[in-house]
T-cell receptor, first 115, second 114 residues
Framework: DQQVKQNSPSLSVQEGRISILNCDYT??????FLWYKKYPAEGPTFLISISSIKDKNEDGRFTVFLNKSAKHLSLHIVPSQPGDSAVYFCAASAKNAGNNRKLIWGLGTSLAVNP | KAGVTQTPRYLIKTRGQQVTLSCSPI?????VSWYQQTPGQGLQFLFEYFSETQRNKGNFPGRFSGRQFSNSRSEMNVSTLELGDSALYLCASSLIGANNSPLHFGNGTRLTVT
């Protein structure tokens, strides 16, 4: 059962426009969310995160929005650049009984930004 | 600071063999996690080590094991390899674990089982 879902396997956007990547989750205990970017033949790199006490976090061209009632988060990239073309993973975590955390990952969305 | 280093980058093994993958975390990072990435399955968590102790474990069979040394370097072992074990194996380190500290990934070891 996929607790973190990225329902769009791929997305194509024109350079300069906004890219919106979506992520839905089912576990209401998740309280920390992260986005990672992955280029081919490389490991994922951390992009931006948000705690459940916030509904928005911004870092340069990247903004993550969290809607707890809808169990939905989105990553906005404005303006999109060709170098943003990569696979984007959404991940969520909650504390377990041992007060440790484990990240649950979505399957990723492949973003293509066309010049 | 050097990043997370995984060796080897590529590996080809035969069914039934065993394999050991190595991971050197970023200096100062005490937590090392291992993931398996396959097409259509995303990143599947294998286990996390912190201060030489396994702190978290995913839902993989006992053929998958790991350990962490006193210098935080970690190894992952897969015994009795199966074709389905072909995947990209990623190691990630963080300062104190997945407790809200972002993971820093290596570039992975691409394992092919024939």
């Amino acid at each position: 059962d996929q607790q973190v879902k990225q329902n769009s396997p791929s997305l194509s956007v024109q350079e300069g426009r906004i890219s919106i990547l979506n992520c839905d989750y089912t576990n209401s205990m998740f309280d920390y969310f992260l986005w990672y970017k992955k280029y081919p033949a490389e490991g994922p790199t951390f992009l931006i995160s948000i705690s459940s006490i916030k509904d928005k976090n911004e870092d340069g061209r990247f903004t993550v929005f969290l809607n707890k009632s809808a169990k939905h988060l989105s990553l906005h990239i404005v303006p999109s650049q060709p170098g943003d073309s990569a696979v984007y993973f959404c991940a969520a975590s909650a504390k377990n009984a041992g007060n440790n955390r484990k990240l649950i990952w979505g399957l990723g969305t492949s973003l293509a930004v066309n010049p | 600071k050097a990043g997370v280093t995984q060796t080897p980058r590529y590996l080809i093994k035969t069914r039934g063999q065993q394999v050991t993958l190595s991971c050197s975390p970023i200096s100062g990072h005490r937590s090392v996690s291992w993931y398996q990435q396959t097409p259509g399955q995303g990143l599947q968590f294998l286990f996390e080590y912190f201060s030489e102790t396994q702190r978290n474990k995913g839902n993989f069979p006992g053929r998958f094991s790991g350990r962490q040394f006193s210098n935080s370097r970690s190894e992952m072992n897969v015994s009795t390899l199966e074709l389905g074990d072909s995947a990209l194996y990623l190691c990630a380190s963080s300062l104190i674990g997945a407790n809200n500290s972002p993971l820093h990934f290596g570039n992975g070891t691409r394992l092919t089982v024939t």
